[in-house]
């Protein structure tokens, strides 16, 4: 009898930890993209406190920490560094391209639409972004 229980034990394992995978796999997704949301929002509304003027190289660190205070970047747990980059449009200081990656996934965001999640070797936050935290 105690054989059986051990057997019918292995089975509900092998088929429980693949599932549990898929689960926590689909939690870190779903984090990814809700701090990627937090933190264009956080970028956005950086940018929009300077509209109507030019962002320098001397403005831009303080960009760059008011992005991350407000998106609290450095207080939400997880393991990882999240890696983002900012393009945006110099006349109106409004966003036009967004990406981050966090914990092997990332996301990028593009005129109002979010693109699907990648792994985050997938993403390449280029030179071309002008605000980046890397």
């Given at each position: 009898e105690l054989i059986v229980v051990l057997v019918?034990?292995?089975?509900?394992?092998?088929?429980?930890?693949?599932t549990l995978t898929g689960y926590i796999d689909k939690a870190n997704?779903?984090?990814?993209i809700a701090e990627a949301r937090m933190t264009l929002m956080a970028a956005q509304s950086t940018l929009s406190e300077?509209?109507?003027?030019e962002i320098k190289d001397t403005v831009l660190t303080d960009v760059k920490d008011q992005i991350e205070k407000?998106?609290?970047?450095?207080?939400?747990?997880g393991s990882g560094t999240a890696e983002y980059g900012v393009k945006y449009d110099t006349a109106t200081n409004k966003v036009t391209e967004f990406a981050?990656?966090?914990?092997g996934y990332g996301v990028t965001y593009k005129d109002g639409v979010w693109g699907n999640i990648v792994k985050?070797?997938?993403?390449?936050?280029?030179?071309?972004?002008?605000?980046k935290n890397k």
């Open positions: 019918i034990l292995a089975i509900l394992a092998a088929i429980l930890i693949p997704e779903k984090k990814v300077y509209y109507g003027t407000l998106a609290e970047l450095n207080s939400v747990s981050y990656k966090k914990s985050a070797s997938e993403l390449t936050i280029g030179a071309d972004y002008q605000i």
